[in-house]
């Protein structure tokens, strides 16, 4: 026993089990208290009061509470700037250590070494452990005993180096008489935040613990197929687990851990997506100047038109390309965008309307309730092809054939674009190519009810390869 009472700091892992920095704690103290802190830099930087992120964190930290009060403990909240709040309440609860989890985005890096700094002035020490990833910093590198910049070679070395050992739960419950009751525990209610609750209960998205686990269950029944399903917005395919990931309300570990061990083609793809996840912290972690400024520095010198009248036809949904329409109609009303569509509505805005990334990746980190900025810069570094294993910059998603691919019978797009509704399957892709007579049967008029194309595919296209081309030309010469 190290410590007699200690402070474990919750942030981005707001669950009670297999929790890295809880278990710790636990196992080294004579009592523990919790606490989560509103930061009020974060909240106060927000466009809106009605965000349904802060709801979500709201409902898992009540649920976080009540799992902490069975056990004999609670979790104190705070609201305020938690570079200072932590540092106070560690002092006022006299314990002799805090204890949280990395984080490893550059903002939330510089706060831990100011809070860090705060606590040695008063004698209390600080430890961090890895917990939202299965493999951190330098835990994969390459032969050369460099970071890795691509991802499939990654991703060998990623299933290389796992370990049973590797995916292991950190005991919490069977310390958990350890845990101390909070005298100050704060219920704050949404209000106290300055926050109004949102629709995230009539979009039925489940928050916490308990709603991270019945999405898991449910994903598990159709992990087989998951391989076949992932790419069809208009199909059940994803776990919908990301906004659980982001928050914490499940662990990493269980989830590679489930899939590791089912096997198939279903759950192979499915972890292959949880070791990019672990790819794009490792870059973050590494290369934090991605986020202002491309992975591939010669790509900061690509021009951009960035025509505002554009740029609003994209973030409402009112291109006259329907899927492009649909997926921005998608993230616009839910917060949610289907990945496959995130994937074409990045290039569309990138490569067609020629709006660089960094106003795309703003608005989605403005409207994704999974808004990770790791996984956000990765894939709009990696869809304009200015970011770590990017796709060749010749290779543009063509919106239309993206869309009969993905969407062939039109379903997603009839859901999100109903002006399109009575639109037969041959035309829901392209709808600017139906004849008049064509447009009066289906009672929609081109330019009136639904936009024409707001730019030509093909000549869009044609200006990217020659700028992009340019700018590689220069940078060789």
Not at 428 to 439: E, F, K, L, V
Request: include cysteine.
């Amino acid at each position: 026993m190290t410590h007699d009472a200690a402070l474990v700091w919750f942030r981005r892992d707001l669950r009670f089990g297999d929790h890295a920095a809880l278990s710790r704690a636990l196992q080294a103290s004579r009592a523990v208290y919790c606490a989560f802190c509103f930061d009020t830099e974060i909240l106060d930087a927000l466009p809106t009061r009605t965000d349904r992120r802060v709801e979500f964190i709201w409902h898992a930290a009540c649920e976080l509470d009540a799992a902490l009060a069975e056990r004999g403990g609670g979790l104190i909240v705070a609201h305020g700037r938690a570079r200072e709040e932590i540092p106070r309440l560690a002092a006022r609860l006299g314990v002799s250590a805090v204890y949280a989890n990395h984080d490893y985005e550059p903002a939330a890096k510089a706060r831990d070494a100011e809070v860090e700094r705060s606590l040695a002035q008063a004698g209390i020490a600080f430890h961090t452990f890895k917990d939202q990833v299965v493999f951190a910093r330098d835990e994969v590198r390459t032969a050369a005993g460099a970071p890795f910049s691509v991802f499939t070679p990654y991703k060998n070395a990623w299933l290389r180096r796992l370990d049973p050992g590797d995916l292991a739960p950190h005991p919490v419950a069977e310390y958990a008489d350890r845990l101390a009751p909070p005298g100050e525990r704060c219920a704050l209610a949404l209000a106290d935040l300055g926050f109004r609750p949102t629709d995230l209960v009539a979009l039925g998205i489940p928050t916490g613990m308990s709603g991270a686990r019945r999405l898991f269950e449910d994903f598990l029944r159709r992990i087989d197929d998951y391989h076949r399903r992932r790419d069809y917005p208009a199909l059940k395919g994803p776990s919908y687990l990301s906004v659980h990931l982001r928050f914490g309300t499940i662990s990493i570990r269980e989830l590679a851990g489930r899939a590791h061990a089912h096997g198939g083609r279903g759950a192979e793809t499915w972890l292959s997506e949880l070791v990019w996840r672990d790819f794009y912290f490792m870059i973050l972690d590494h290369h934090p100047q991605v986020v202002d400024h491309a992975f591939k520095p010669e790509f900061d010198a690509l021009a951009w038109d960035n025509d505002p009248a554009l740029f609003a036809a994209w973030c409402e949904g009112r291109t006259g390309y329907p899927l492009v329409d649909a997926a921005m109609r998608q993230i616009n009303r839910t917060g949610y965008m289907h990945n496959r569509l995130r994937m074409i509505a990045a290039s569309f805005l990138v490569k067609d309307l020629h709006v660089e990334w960094r106003w795309g990746e703003r608005y989605f980190a403005e409207r994704l309730n999974d808004f990770d900025l790791a996984a956000n810069n990765g894939g709009w570094q990696w869809a304009a092809s200015t970011g770590c294993d990017a796709q060749p910059y010749f290779r543009i998603f063509n919106p239309v054939t993206q869309s009969e691919r993905f969407d062939p019978q039109g379903c997603f797009i009839r859901r999100y674009v109903p002006e399109l509704a009575r639109v037969p399957e041959r035309f829901i892709h392209a709808p600017w190519r139906m004849t008049p007579a064509d447009q009066a049967a289906c009672g929609v008029t081109i330019g009136r009810d639904y936009p024409p194309p707001v730019v030509d595919h093909a000549a869009a296209r044609q200006i990217t390869l020659e700028r992009y081309a340019r700018v590689r030309q220069t940078h060789r010469a």
